[in-house]
Nanobody
Framework: HVQLVESGGGSVQAGGSVTLSCVSS????????MGWYRQAPGKERELVGS???????TYADTMKGRVTTSQDNAKRTMYLHMNSLKPEDTAMYYC??????????????????WGQGTQVTVS
């Protein structure tokens, strides 16, 4: 399986920006997509965006226009760039990897590997 490690979270002022990183290791060649999810206290984990290995992307409606993703294959790193942050964006952010993409975007339960998360706090 793939191991994922997120970083880049922290405290950000409302209206500011942050870039999160997700470094993958292990057997990454069979992945079909990676995703970013977030979970705020007392709320369910929700999709931020999904990125297919073919470049297809899907972003949550609440994030459209405020989020993009990029990747550095040499560094096995995926990035989540968020701007115009709001207090309601405060959450633990997770990256995830999925091997079989029967649907697009993949359902949350279909993701096979998850990172430990990185906290973003917007005030």
């Amino acid at each position: 399986h793939v191991q994922l490690v997120e970083s880049g979270g922290g405290s950000v002022q409302a209206g500011g920006s942050v870039t999160l990183s997700c470094v993958s290791s292990g057997f990454i060649f069979s992945m079909c997509a990676m995703g970013w999810y977030r979970q705020a206290p007392g709320k369910e984990r929700e999709l931020v965006g999904s990125v297919g290995t073919d470049g297809t992307t899907t972003y949550a409606d609440t994030m459209k226009g405020r989020v993009t993703t990029s990747q550095d294959n040499a560094k096995r790193t995926m990035y989540l760039h968020m701007n115009s942050l709001k207090p309601e964006d405060t959450a633990m952010y997770y990256c995830a990897a999925v091997y079989v993409c029967d649907t697009w975007p993949p359902f949350q339960h279909e993701y096979n590997s998850w990172g430990q998360g990185t906290q973003v706090t917007v005030s």
